[in-house]
């Protein structure tokens, strides 16, 4: 195999661990090409195992992308959320929803750049403890501390239940319908009591400064942007996709583009929703 080929073997692994620890398709895909750059500098015939070797390269990448990006992060203007994941409905899903959820982003979101690292490659990459302590240059005891607390943060937002992807396609298909003809009574039924609204704007696009939690918060919020013609516009393009794992929609008009991704609550309404705005989380979106 040439080194070319070794390396493309493991670029879709390499991007899907970049996606979950920076939040970005866009970023993931730089750490890919600096991964493969760094393959390029190596002495790959000296190297007993690539894909190891691929893994512990990106996951360090994205470490120092991550202590870099604290001070710009914390002067991020009003919610945060990861760049959309879209795939397109014709295709097999990629990836599992619950490890794409938006939801399960935002909890990695609150793990230390260390636990998220640990959490993932063990978790969810399956590696085992001395391959990650050689990763991180920490002891095989540290790690599995690190590892530990990091599953007591995102324990919460790993859902409990099965949910299908027909359930959430009808929650999502309603909602959209709903939204658009203004029917506020049938929105609150699709709604849970506690569901949050999360929009993302970053200072470029049209986002409520806050989060909106409860029923009567989210649809106050919605009953607005109705009124201001900003989801209710008969002139809007919407196409739906597989946003984050499950189906959600891309909805364009004269004034930009935006995604909305869906997570429900496995009782048949809607527990979360999250809305992105910010063009430059959107420039790879394409369509409708």
């Known amino acids: 195999m040439t080194e070319a080929a070794a390396f493309e073997a493991e670029r879709p692994r390499i991007v899907r661990l970049a996606y979950r620890m920076l939040g970005s398709m866009a970023e993931a895909q730089d750490v890919a090409q600096d991964a493969w750059l760094r393959w ?7 190297i007993a195992d690539p894909a190891a070797w691929l893994v512990r390269t990106a996951t360090r990448l994205c470490l120092d992308r991550l202590r870099a990006e604290q001070t710009r992060r914390a002067a991020y203007r009003g919610p945060w959320l990861p760049e959309p994941l879209i795939e397109d409905l014709a295709q097999d899903p990629v990836e599992r929803a619950e490890d ?4 399960f982003l935002l909890a990695l979101e609150r793990l230390s750049p260390l636990e998220r690292a640990v959490f993932l490659l063990h978790d969810v990459f399956d590696t085992d403890y001395p391959a990650i302590a050689e990763t991180l240059q920490r002891s095989e005891a540290a790690c599995r501390q690190l590892a530990a607390r990091a599953r007591d943060h995102v ?8 949910v299908s992807q027909e359930e959430v396609a009808r929650l999502a298909v309603a909602f959209m319908a709903a939204a658009r003809e203004g029917d506020m009574a049938a929105l609150s039924a699709l709604l849970a009591e506690d569901a949050v609204l999360i929009s993302d704007g970053g200072g470029k696009g049209k986002a409520a400064l806050r989060p909106m939690h409860g029923r009567d918060d989210v649809l106050a919020l919605i009953r607005g942007l109705a009124w201001r013609n900003d989801w209710a516009d008969d002139t809007a393009d919407v196409r739906l996709a597989r946003i984050n794992g499950y189906l959600g929609a891309i909805v364009s008009n004269a004034d930009g583009r935006w995604t909305i991704a869906f997570q429900p609550d496995g009782a048949g309404r809607l527990a979360a929703i999250y809305v992105v705005a910010n063009p430059d989380k959107l420039a790879a979106v394409t369509g409708p």
């Open 100 to 103: 794409v959820s938006v939801a």
């Open 40 to 46: 390029r500098r190596a002495e790959v015939g000296d």
């Open 155 to 162: 324990k919460d937002a790993r859902p409990r239940y099965a």
